[in-house]
Protein backbone atom coordinates (compact mmCIF):
# COMPACT_ATOMS: atom_id res chain seq x y z
CA UNK A 1 0.00 0.00 0.00
CA UNK A 2 1.71 3.13 -0.58
CA UNK A 3 0.50 7.27 -1.12
CA UNK A 4 1.47 10.20 -2.37
CA UNK A 5 4.24 12.35 -2.12
CA UNK A 6 8.49 14.74 -3.11
CA UNK A 7 12.29 14.39 -2.92
CA UNK A 8 14.20 17.02 -0.94
CA UNK A 9 12.36 18.39 2.31
CA UNK A 10 11.37 21.85 2.96
CA UNK A 11 10.12 22.42 -0.32
CA UNK A 12 7.02 25.35 -0.48
CA UNK A 13 3.36 24.86 0.81
CA UNK A 14 2.81 25.66 -3.22
CA UNK A 15 0.12 26.68 -5.19
CA UNK A 16 -1.37 26.39 -8.40
CA UNK A 17 1.07 25.02 -11.09
CA UNK A 18 2.00 27.32 -13.49
CA UNK A 19 3.44 25.95 -16.81
CA UNK A 20 7.51 26.37 -17.24
CA UNK A 21 7.03 28.32 -21.30
CA UNK A 22 5.92 31.51 -19.89
CA UNK A 23 2.88 33.82 -20.81
CA UNK A 24 1.92 32.87 -24.43
CA UNK A 25 4.18 30.60 -24.75
CA UNK A 26 3.13 27.99 -26.87
CA UNK A 27 3.15 24.49 -24.97
CA UNK A 28 5.16 21.45 -26.67
CA UNK A 29 3.70 18.04 -26.36
CA UNK A 30 5.87 14.97 -26.51
CA UNK A 31 5.47 12.75 -28.07
CA UNK A 32 6.80 8.63 -27.29
CA UNK A 33 7.56 6.14 -30.02
CA UNK A 34 6.61 2.75 -29.18
CA UNK A 35 9.88 0.60 -28.77
CA UNK A 36 9.94 -2.95 -28.91
CA UNK A 37 9.11 -5.01 -26.23
CA UNK A 38 7.26 -2.11 -24.67
CA UNK A 39 3.50 -2.45 -24.30
CA UNK A 40 1.08 0.16 -25.42
CA UNK A 41 -0.18 0.86 -22.13
CA UNK A 42 3.61 1.53 -20.91
CA UNK A 43 3.74 3.89 -24.18
CA UNK A 44 0.75 6.44 -22.78
CA UNK A 45 1.66 6.52 -19.56
CA UNK A 46 5.34 7.50 -19.83
CA UNK A 47 3.64 10.17 -23.02
CA UNK A 48 1.38 10.74 -20.07
CA UNK A 49 4.30 11.75 -17.81
CA UNK A 50 6.14 13.40 -19.95
CA UNK A 51 3.73 16.03 -20.49
CA UNK A 52 2.23 16.05 -16.99
CA UNK A 53 2.50 19.87 -15.66
CA UNK A 54 2.46 18.53 -12.04
CA UNK A 55 4.91 16.10 -12.87
CA UNK A 56 7.30 19.00 -13.88
CA UNK A 57 6.43 21.04 -10.76
CA UNK A 58 6.92 18.28 -8.39
CA UNK A 59 10.50 17.96 -10.05
CA UNK A 60 11.38 22.19 -9.74
CA UNK A 61 9.57 21.87 -6.27
CA UNK A 62 11.21 19.20 -4.53
CA UNK A 63 8.58 16.80 -3.80
CA UNK A 64 8.31 12.73 -4.29
CA UNK A 65 5.55 12.97 -6.64
CA UNK A 66 2.73 15.29 -7.78
CA UNK A 67 0.31 13.20 -5.45
CA UNK A 68 1.69 16.21 -3.20
CA UNK A 69 -0.14 19.16 -5.10
CA UNK A 70 -3.32 17.03 -4.21
CA UNK A 71 -3.27 17.50 -0.46
CA UNK A 72 -1.57 21.40 -1.58
CA UNK A 73 -5.40 21.64 -3.29
CA UNK A 74 -7.33 19.90 -0.43
CA UNK A 75 -5.98 22.13 2.25
CA UNK A 76 -5.74 25.38 0.53
CA UNK A 77 -9.99 24.74 0.08
CA UNK A 78 -10.30 23.36 4.00
CA UNK A 79 -7.43 24.57 6.07
CA UNK A 80 -6.84 21.74 8.36
CA UNK A 81 -3.18 21.78 8.14
CA UNK A 82 -2.87 24.56 10.66
CA UNK A 83 0.70 25.06 12.83
CA UNK A 84 1.03 22.92 15.82
CA UNK A 85 -1.39 20.21 14.80
CA UNK A 86 -0.05 16.23 14.75
CA UNK A 87 -0.76 15.07 11.62
CA UNK A 88 -0.65 10.67 10.96
CA UNK A 89 0.03 9.83 7.16
CA UNK A 90 -0.85 6.28 6.49
CA UNK A 91 0.95 4.44 3.96
CA UNK A 92 3.10 7.45 3.17
CA UNK A 93 5.20 6.19 1.27
CA UNK A 94 7.45 7.80 -0.80
CA UNK A 95 6.64 10.69 1.38
CA UNK A 96 5.14 14.22 -0.87
CA UNK A 97 1.89 14.12 1.72
CA UNK A 98 4.24 14.24 4.52
CA UNK A 99 6.49 16.76 3.19
CA UNK A 100 3.45 19.28 2.45
CA UNK A 101 1.86 18.39 6.41
CA UNK A 102 5.49 19.06 7.69
CA UNK A 103 5.64 22.46 6.03
CA UNK A 104 1.85 23.38 6.67
CA UNK A 105 2.06 22.51 10.59
CA UNK A 106 5.86 23.92 11.18
CA UNK A 107 7.00 20.69 11.81
CA UNK A 108 10.32 21.51 11.30
CA UNK A 109 10.09 25.24 12.66
CA UNK A 110 10.81 27.18 10.60
CA UNK A 111 7.79 29.87 10.95
CA UNK A 112 9.21 31.65 14.13
CA UNK A 113 6.28 32.84 16.31
CA UNK A 114 4.38 30.23 14.73
CA UNK A 115 3.19 26.59 16.83
CA UNK A 116 5.21 23.90 16.23
CA UNK A 117 3.55 20.72 14.90
CA UNK A 118 4.27 16.80 14.18
CA UNK A 119 4.11 14.70 11.97
CA UNK A 120 4.28 10.83 11.56
CA UNK A 121 4.71 8.78 8.64
CA UNK A 122 3.25 5.10 8.63
CA UNK A 123 4.44 2.60 6.00
CA UNK A 124 5.22 -0.84 5.69
CA UNK A 125 7.42 0.02 3.32
CA UNK A 126 11.21 1.59 4.25
CA UNK A 127 10.97 5.39 3.57
CA UNK A 128 14.09 8.02 3.29
CA UNK A 129 13.56 10.58 5.85
CA UNK A 130 11.73 13.55 5.18
CA UNK A 131 12.85 17.04 7.08
CA UNK A 132 10.11 17.51 10.07
CA UNK A 133 8.87 13.89 9.84
CA UNK A 134 9.29 10.80 12.25
CA UNK A 135 8.60 7.17 9.76
CA UNK A 136 7.74 4.84 11.32
CA UNK A 137 7.84 1.56 9.49
CA UNK A 138 4.85 -0.59 10.86
CA UNK A 139 1.78 -1.89 9.52
CA UNK A 140 -1.29 0.62 10.83
CA UNK A 141 -4.23 -2.98 10.69
CA UNK A 142 -1.53 -4.29 13.64
CA UNK A 143 -3.47 -5.03 17.10
CA UNK A 144 -1.45 -2.40 18.95
CA UNK A 145 -0.65 0.47 15.99
CA UNK A 146 -3.21 2.58 17.73
CA UNK A 147 -0.90 2.67 20.66
CA UNK A 148 2.04 2.53 19.15
CA UNK A 149 0.70 6.09 16.89
CA UNK A 150 -0.30 7.78 19.95
CA UNK A 151 2.73 7.13 22.01
CA UNK A 152 4.89 8.34 19.22
CA UNK A 153 3.03 11.77 18.86
CA UNK A 154 2.94 11.73 22.36
CA UNK A 155 -1.28 11.97 22.41
CA UNK A 156 -4.00 11.25 19.66
CA UNK A 157 -4.01 13.06 16.44
CA UNK A 158 -5.53 15.85 15.09
CA UNK A 159 -5.50 15.09 11.35
CA UNK A 160 -5.52 11.30 9.73
CA UNK A 161 -4.11 11.34 5.71
CA UNK A 162 -4.76 8.27 3.59
CA UNK A 163 -3.62 8.44 0.09
CA UNK A 164 -3.36 4.60 0.01
CA UNK A 165 -3.98 2.73 -3.01
CA UNK A 166 -4.31 -0.95 -3.71
CA UNK A 167 -1.97 -2.77 -6.47
CA UNK A 168 -4.85 -2.30 -9.15
CA UNK A 169 -6.20 -5.36 -10.87
CA UNK A 170 -7.55 -3.65 -14.28
CA UNK A 171 -10.94 -4.75 -13.53
CA UNK A 172 -12.50 -1.41 -11.87
CA UNK A 173 -15.36 -2.89 -9.79
CA UNK A 174 -12.52 -4.84 -8.04
CA UNK A 175 -10.24 -2.33 -7.51
CA UNK A 176 -12.93 0.01 -6.52
CA UNK A 177 -14.14 -2.26 -3.99
CA UNK A 178 -10.16 -2.54 -2.95
CA UNK A 179 -9.89 1.14 -2.27
CA UNK A 180 -13.01 1.63 -0.66
CA UNK A 181 -12.19 -1.05 1.83
CA UNK A 182 -8.40 0.96 2.72
CA UNK A 183 -10.49 4.13 3.10
CA UNK A 184 -12.85 2.14 5.65
CA UNK A 185 -9.97 0.75 7.26
CA UNK A 186 -8.05 4.29 7.51
CA UNK A 187 -11.57 5.58 8.67
CA UNK A 188 -11.65 3.06 11.51
CA UNK A 189 -7.93 3.46 12.42
CA UNK A 190 -8.80 7.36 12.62
CA UNK A 191 -11.73 6.89 15.12
CA UNK A 192 -8.99 5.06 16.60
CA UNK A 193 -6.31 7.94 17.38
CA UNK A 194 -8.15 11.31 16.35
CA UNK A 195 -9.15 13.74 19.12
CA UNK A 196 -12.35 15.41 19.13
CA UNK A 197 -12.55 18.16 16.26
CA UNK A 198 -10.29 16.21 13.81
CA UNK A 199 -9.84 15.45 10.77
CA UNK A 200 -9.97 12.64 8.53
CA UNK A 201 -8.72 12.85 4.70
CA UNK A 202 -8.75 9.48 2.59
CA UNK A 203 -8.60 8.59 -1.00
CA UNK A 204 -11.92 6.85 -2.89
CA UNK A 205 -13.10 5.49 -6.21
CA UNK A 206 -16.21 7.15 -7.03
CA UNK A 207 -18.58 4.09 -8.31
CA UNK A 208 -21.52 3.20 -6.02
CA UNK A 209 -19.96 1.78 -2.61
CA UNK A 210 -18.73 4.41 -1.24
CA UNK A 211 -21.98 5.86 0.11
CA UNK A 212 -21.32 3.15 2.85
CA UNK A 213 -18.14 4.88 3.92
CA UNK A 214 -20.05 8.44 3.72
CA UNK A 215 -22.93 7.35 5.75
CA UNK A 216 -20.29 5.67 8.30
CA UNK A 217 -18.55 9.17 8.53
CA UNK A 218 -21.56 11.59 8.61
CA UNK A 219 -22.05 9.33 11.86
CA UNK A 220 -19.04 10.32 13.41
CA UNK A 221 -18.04 13.47 11.98
CA UNK A 222 -19.70 17.10 11.45
CA UNK A 223 -18.84 17.69 8.26
CA UNK A 224 -17.96 15.38 5.13
CA UNK A 225 -17.20 16.98 1.80
CA UNK A 226 -17.03 14.57 -1.18
CA UNK A 227 -13.59 16.51 -3.62
CA UNK A 228 -11.72 15.99 -6.67
CA UNK A 229 -8.52 18.33 -6.17
CA UNK A 230 -6.90 19.63 -9.68
CA UNK A 231 -4.28 17.72 -9.58
CA UNK A 232 -6.63 14.46 -10.18
CA UNK A 233 -6.44 13.39 -13.25
CA UNK A 234 -9.81 14.03 -15.34
CA UNK A 235 -9.78 10.59 -16.66
CA UNK A 236 -9.48 9.10 -12.88
CA UNK A 237 -12.49 7.77 -10.73
CA UNK A 238 -10.08 8.68 -7.80
CA UNK A 239 -11.91 11.78 -5.52
CA UNK A 240 -10.76 12.27 -1.68
CA UNK A 241 -13.41 12.52 1.32
CA UNK A 242 -12.15 15.22 3.94
CA UNK A 243 -14.28 14.68 6.96
CA UNK A 244 -13.92 17.29 9.47
CA UNK A 245 -15.24 17.44 13.17
CA UNK A 246 -14.79 14.14 14.69
CA UNK A 247 -17.19 13.87 17.25
CA UNK A 248 -14.89 11.52 19.29
Keep these: ?11 GGGGAVRGDSGRGARELKIRVKTARGRKLSSTRWLERQLNDPYVHAARREGYRSRAAYKLIELDDRLRFLVPGARVVDLGCAPGGWCQVAATRVNA ?13 GIDILAVEPIAGTTLLELDFLADDADRV ?8 ADV ?17 LRIIALAETAAHFAF ?5 GGVLA ?11 LLTLLKQRFDKVAHIKPPASRADSAEMYVVATGFRG
Excluded at 1 to 11: E, F, H, L, N, Y
Excluded at 108 to 120: C, N, R, S
Design 1 to 11: MTGGGGRRGGA
Design 149 to 156: VREALGGQ
Design 160 to 176: VLSDMAAPTSGHRATDH
Design 108 to 120: TGEKKGKAVGTVL
Design 192 to 196: DVLTP
Design 202 to 212: TKVLHGGTEGE
